[in-house]
């Protein structure tokens, strides 16, 4: 992922591939000491002779028992694998021991010529001038000058191997196999001599422990900061995302980069003791931790606060330390988080407001936008045989990408900004209701104004749908949630409808006379018929839903119809005829509503409910009639119930109570779902 990333919402994509190197030269940082050892010539008055040392039989003796009980310790043993089978690979062809001329030990001289060909065989000479020093100042047979003189001549060579050691240790991609074996076996043996000398004769400068394992573990360190801290890809290139995005993106495919060539190419070579790959990701992690920690103390952007997080809640941890060729390597090292806990927490915390704020921002914006669209006129697309609005859409891309991209980066924060997004999503839907209701009524006259109506009632199926599927909730929580789209669609179906309705006044007001003439309903409906074809920009649940409404209408209407004829029929026969028509009617204002997709079942009853109890004359049967009937409709009152039993003249009035009693014991069991006779008047 680090080599190819691509992060949502962030322009361009970034690869590094580099090569370990130590760009800095061991030898530009001497010691004291060191900086004194430089003069290679010998005084002109002495010829070049080697460094010889004349020591007492019973002395030699003495050093010699004590070397041959001398051990090595610590990292006395671990290079001994360089050290095996050396004869064998002299005899191969590989470089003898460096000698001088005729068989003897070097001079400093031609030491000093091997040192700079590169040649590490002149390391063992080197050690064998130093312990011959060494003896030379425990004898006291040299005065202080010359023993300055040589110590100065000896360590000026030590400058030299330890720049050519750690030279190939630092840049070990760039030596041969077999040179960086000797490297390493020359840095073993000085480990090992370190080890065994003490502080050394009070005549000469310690130089010992020398300690090029620890100094080569701080050139490591000092790589590691060179490489992390290096220019990234890009830097110039303004689409390449903002500098802390560059750093971070450089640091992560180098860092990774680099200990896979650690892994593959170095740990065959080193030995284990060494542990090579923790000593470079251990280096790279403290830089990396430090640039990160260092950014985190400034008041980022959002943009850079997530990319903060994310390298350190996600990308790090699952791309670096727990990739396919490091992780077996990193997983013990136990390296940590780049940031402590309580930085990370902070930075979540200004993560999830920042990014709720930002939803809030877009939310808004594309509200504002499409109420401009509204206000100029614009028609809104017809897409797939409805009228159709992006509006939904946005909002939802919107909540859906704020709330992957904490997903994105721990599954917990993903669960934490959840309810705020939703909360940012109940506020927008209240926004949006209030917008859209001053559209209704201002722009009524816009001839674009039923279909920027039809189009905003079909953006509330996705808003529906992705509540109740993706965001899911209490069924309270969800109801108080959309209860402004539901208000929404009400206020729209109201004035879609408003013409329809009111086309329908004079129709019903003439079949006023004649309620129960069936040519009287069929002017009606022919009439709702007719109108129909204008809600077929919406989509088809909509358009069901809006049927149900006229539905509703219809029965309304008839019922209100019924109750101001106040009829009074005192003849049975008369009952039975005004039942059987009320009947009829009913049964063509459910076939027609049915046919044009009115998926109100409810309302099937509720008229030849009324003809039945009109055609019942039995007390009792009425009562259950009645009874049944409130079940159904729980807003029907006893002022519904006095209408429908005034058509029943031969009815005693002691009768009729008692039949109104009913509703006394069914009153208050349930509240009605879908309101019928709270929409009738009585009087």
């Not at 921002?361 to 499409?370: H, V, Y």
Request: proline share 6%; net charge negative; glycine share 6%.
């Amino acid at each position: 992922m680090l080599k190819m990333m691509t992060f949502q919402g962030l322009p361009g994509q970034q690869t590094a591939t580099h090569i370990l190197h130590l760009p800095r030269d061991p030898q530009s940082q001497l010691s004291t000491s060191e900086a004194k050892a430089s003069m290679w010539e010998e005084p002109s008055r002495d010829p070049v002779v080697p460094l010889e040392v004349e020591v007492a039989p019973e002395r030699n003796e003495e050093a010699a028992r004590k070397k041959e009980k001398k051990k090595p310790r610590g990292l006395a043993n671990m290079f001994s694998v360089f050290t095996k089978g050396r004869k064998k690979k002299e005899q191969e062809g590989e470089p003898a021991p460096l000698l001088g001329q005729g068989g003897q030990m070097p001079t400093v001289e031609e030491l000093k010529a091997a040192l700079e060909q590169g040649r590490l065989e002149a390391a063992g000479p080197l050690l064998a001038l130093e312990r011959e020093l060494v003896a030379l100042a425990a004898s006291g047979s040299a005065d202080a000058e010359e023993l300055v003189r040589r110590q100065s001549k000896v360590e000026a060579l030590y400058v030299l191997l330890r720049g050519l050691v750690l030279g190939l240790l630092g840049r070990p991609l760039l030596a041969a196999p077999e040179r960086l074996r000797q490297a390493l076996a020359v840095l073993a043996e000085q480990e090992r001599e370190d080890a065994a000398q003490g502080p050394g004769p009070a005549s000469l400068e310690a130089t010992r422990p020398r300690g090029w394992l620890r100094q080569w573990r701080d050139e490591v360190a000092r790589a590691a900061d060179e490489r992390l801290g290096g220019a990234p890809d890009g830097a110039d290139d303004p689409g390449a995302g903002s500098q802390a995005e560059r750093a971070f993106l450089h640091m992560g495919c180098t860092m990774k980069n680099d200990l896979e060539a650690v892994v593959e190419r170095l740990k065959p070579l080193f030995p284990a003791e060494m542990d090579v790959v923790a000593v470079y990701a251990r280096s790279y992690h403290a830089h990396f931790a430090a640039q990160l920690a260092s950014m985190a103390q400034f008041e980022l952007c959002p943009r850079d606060t997530y990319m903060l997080l994310l390298w350190v809640q996600k990308l790090y941890p699952d791309d670096i330390i727990n990739s396919p060729k490091l992780a077996g390597e990193l997983q013990g090292l136990e390296l940590g988080s780049l940031l402590p806990p309580k930085q990370v927490q902070e930075l979540e915390v200004t993560f999830l407001s920042n990014e709720v704020t930002g939803v809030k921002e877009l939310m808004a914006r594309a509200l504002e936008l499409e109420s401009e669209r509204w206000a100029q006129n614009t028609a809104p697309q017809f897409l797939d045989s409805h009228w159709h609005s992006e509006l939904a859409i946005d909002i939802m891309q919107i909540l859906y990408q704020a709330h992957t991209k904490a997903r994105n980066v721990t599954p917990d924060l993903g669960s934490q900004i959840r309810p705020m997004l939703l909360a940012a999503l109940t506020a927008f839907l209240n926004s949006y209701l209030s917008t859209f209701d001053n559209f209704l009524e201002k722009g009524r006259q816009l001839s674009n104004y039923r279909p920027n109506v039809m189009a905003n009632v079909n953006n509330c199926q996705l808003f529906w749908t992705t509540v109740e599927q993706k965001w899911q909730q209490t069924q309270a929580s969800q109801n108080f949630m959309l209860s402004p789209l539901r208000d929404l669609k009400s206020h729209s179906f109201a004035i879609l409808l408003q013409s329809l309705f009111e086309d329908l006044k004079p129709l019903f007001k003439k079949a006023q006379a004649r309620w129960s003439a069936p040519e009287q309903l069929d002017e009606i409906l022919a009439t709702v018929g007719g109108r129909l074809p204008e809600f077929s920009g919406l989509r088809d649940c909509f358009r069901e839903e809006l049927m149900e409404a006229v539905h509703l209408h219809l029965v309304k209407e008839y019922i209100t119809l019924l109750g101001r004829r106040r009829l009074v029929l005192k003849a049975v026969e008369q009952q039975l005829q005004l039942a059987g028509q009320i009947e009829a009617n009913a049964n063509l204002i459910q076939s027609f509503c049915t046919q044009h997709g009115s998926p109100a079942s409810w309302l099937n009853p509720a008229i030849p409910t009324i003809a039945e109890i009109i055609r019942l004359q039995d007390p009792n049967a009425i009562k259950i009639s009645v009874a049944t009937y409130a079940t159904w409709y729980p807003d029907f009152s006893k002022g519904h119930l006095n209408t429908i039993l005034a058509i029943k003249g031969n009815l005693p009035s002691s009768e009729a109570r008692d039949i109104r009693s009913i509703l006394d014991m069914s009153t208050g069991t349930r509240e009605p779902t879908k309101a019928l006779f709270s929409l009738i008047k009585v009087g």
